[in-house]
């Protein structure tokens, strides 16, 4: 790590992260102004960009080589109240909560108080979706049946492809203005439509370039009083890049990051998508300024190394934006999903596409060890295996990165949803696990389905048992149930009822974003919305799909295992006996519960038994949401990943048959419930592997190895061949957390001592000591995997 | 080929994922009873041939449910723990359905060759892809030799690489007869002076040694020291058992196996009671030297763990 990193990498470390109400005060006093009265939604919301982007605070740092904040400096997270509006009380919680704590300024605060909330109240897009909502559905989601996602950030997931280095912004307004030249008034009857939309894309693509030109004047103005004639001329350098993109397509491997940093912050200030928003395939992109540039002497391995070292900074000084409605136990997390891409194939023909940069991006990934950007490898069965050798080297450090995906079933995954090979292969993981065809898809995650909640409502005939209110259909009292058929059918209806609740009333948030919500800019660098003249939010993307994400497999899996083995197939104890150990949390029916944590097949180990209850939840999930129609041309789909939100489902489940008590955490993603995994981790691959992954859109597994057994370069070998009999079985993802159990608990006592200690989570990392103690119980108790 | 359908024998263990006993990812069966009584036994469990009961006392809530369905009357409680006494206990194993807190387990358990085979190709995608198979470990494997052979047939007729991890104590025609079936043996020498074998293991070095010699000519053997600090780990006891390899016709390569202390934790938890002597855990450099005195001096193959 040079110096200038160094400094740098530090910098953003130990800045506190602090709310800024520069965007909202921006938004605010452009939508006072009158003009959203006179023009188009999408003018209007391409307008207020510009407002943005030509009056906010920009800083160049000192010593850094890509420049641009989202914020008026490093840390500094903007808001958006058009969308959901803070108040007071989120705030105040904000400031003084133990976890992911937000500084936020008395100015701020007074801001807030007479400026923000008095203008947006009842004007929010996020009050509009809520008084769309009927009774039914507000019941469900107040029980923790579902969650919702676009309820307060904007629909995202996605990740951009290679155009931004062949494309400026000028030549995509160049295609913007040929399409607005052709518009058909007379046959077309979408063509007013069009050319709003068309107009606001002009808009957003020049403010976007006046953006990155008033960083070239900033870096010139400081270059005059620069007194260092090394800084200076970087100074110099900055502004002649800044100059040349996005407004062009880049020329070299620096304008190449900084490129992509003017659109990704250009993404990420028009709403508040997920910052998933990444640049994908980094190492693909980058590979031909890499190339041609270290041919002719012009770029170093080193220089590379310290740009892309730079360029991964930017990410982590911006914090995800903090939720608005949050309680004080709520941890929230300030990283966002970016999860940058190495390895796979080639788009074209299919074959190897692992290079140099491939092998250096993981060791800026290795020196850097910061939250965001998070970093995953795809590996093919065409790879070499010393890629995932040297993947797997990082991976032992200990800090959850990077996570890796099976490249060959991802290509399975896309084909399925009906996506051209070229596109599938160009596309990959995004985010947590999930997949899209970058730069050319609106993948949308509406919020997950809780399937031990479901569970629950089936033991009690609808009634959710915390409120005592008909949550659910009546599917019969399971007393009555002869056998086990009975059952399973009554989890299929009321399933089946809460995936129909969800989907009616996602298309109609669908709709409101389409309809309020427009992102032009966004639009302008996915493929096909300039062709379609449709926006991102209303199908314009080539791929349009909507995931629900299914939550608790493992858990459920052994609750049906249970119900099952005890209830029907070895009739141990009758239903009414179970339901009442469930009403009292177990309370004096100890034998019964330690029969059925010690005494049951459980999911995990790869026992046919159990591992067939998951298959069969997953069969249950897919016949009843996959393929049904959303309102952007696109279908619904199924992929299988909690992120936090197992804890909170949790707190919301009663007892379940499997002997886990009340408001426990539920299993996460495809891994098994904690603690029940006894046999090792090739019998939990082998679990995982029962579900057919190519019909998701992903999963995710956790594993945790202990240190001891990835000491030499044999156990290191070991590894990787178990990960590659995973996915030769059809996995879809793994990531590890290679950390000793009793360090975390030492990390929970003394937090002071372990600051930079990083976990993964789920689909990301995060520091250990920021997360709140329920999840790090959590990650304390996960299986520590029982390794020879 | 006699049928071994109904063969038994007693497992204490089958452990997935085994990374240190032999190539690639390998399960290990342990098979129960030993001839030795080495005084820092990794597997104190190991030794009795039959299944014993065992208790995590650490892990017992006191809750006495034990007490009330032991049909022999064998448990009893005082203030602070639950007594079992062994003599009456009949290795029913109720207590050990019972307990709530998983305190209690019957440590082996009768298996037929079937059974075993059925948990060891759970894991054949694994052997393949890493060039892994099963290793059969202890206690001393031979001392169930029929029960043995029985799996390695039927681990050669589906083509799962096969390792024996012995002690090397046990009369030669029935070595020379596994050294048939088995595609690998990993050989303990323990120490190499036969009297400080005796006093440590409780026998003499001289079968195990010769019998190391018979088997490296015929079959593929790697012999792993177990590295105990203050009884073998002296540099005279290294390079004497460094020449004794050099003088095979084969020299094998060596595995050092760094002692843990994992035996004195587990024979706390049985009835039999043995004396385990405590030592620590041997320091990595210290290792790293002996491989490369291996190496270097010896010209062997030597690595740490295996």
Redesign the interface.
Known sequence: MTPRVQKLRQQSIEIKPFISSERAEMVTEFYKSGIPLKVSVPVCRALAFKHIMENKTICINDGELIVAEKGPSPKATPTYPELCCHDTEDLRILKTRNKTRFEVSDEVMKVYEEEIIPFWSGKTLREKVFASMDKKWNQAFDAGVFTEFMEQRAPGHAIQDDKIYHKGLLDLKAEVAKRLSELDFFEDPRAYEKEQEYQAMEIVADAAITFARRHAELALETAKNESDPQRKKELELIADVCNHVPANAPRNFHEALQMYWFIHLSVTTELNTWDSFNPGRLDQHLYPFYKKEIGRGTLTEEQARELLECFWIKFNNQPAPPKVGITEEQSGTYTDFALINTGGVNPDDGSDAVNELSYLILDVVSEMRLTQPSACVQVSAKNPKRFLNKACHVIREGFGQPSVFNTDVIIQEMLQDGKSIEDSRAGGPSGCVTVSAFGKESCTLTGYMNWGKIFELVCNNGIDPNSGIQVGPQTGDPRQFKNFEQFVRAYEEQLRYFIDLKIRHNNIIERLFANFMPAPFMSLVMSDCIKKGLDYHNGGARYNPTYIQGVAMGSVADAMTAVKYHIFDNKTFGMDELLSAMQTDFEGFDDMRNKLLNHTPKYGNDDDYADSMAELLFELYYKNLNGRPNTKGGKYRVNLLPTTVHIYFGSVVGALPSGRKAGMPLSDGISPEKGSDVKGPTAVFKSAARIDHSRTGGTLLNMKFNPQVLKSEIDIEKLCDMIGTYFRMGGHHVQFNVIKAETLRRAQAEPQQYRDLIVRIAGFSDYFVDVGKDLQDEIIARTEQNLA | MISHKDLKGVVFDI???????GP??RT?VFLKGCPLSCQWCHNPESILPQPEPAIRFSRCTL?G?CIEVCPENAISKNEDHVRTDFDKCIRCGKCV????A?AREIIGKEMSAEEVMAEVR??I??Y???G?GVTFSGGEPLMQSEFLTAILEKCRNDNIHTAVDTTCYADESLVLEIAEKADLFLCDIKHIDPKKHLQFTGVDNKLILSNIKKLSETAEVIIRIPVIPGFNDDIDNLKATAEWICGLEKPCPVNFLPYNSGGTEKVKRLAHKMRIIVSKRPDDGQLRKSVELYENQFGLKA???G
Do not use: N
């Open positions: 452990k997935r994922y085994a990374i240190h006993d690639g990812i290990t809750c449910r359905e019972v307990c709530p998983s759970r894991d995608l694994f393949d892809e890493s892994g690595i740490i763990d």
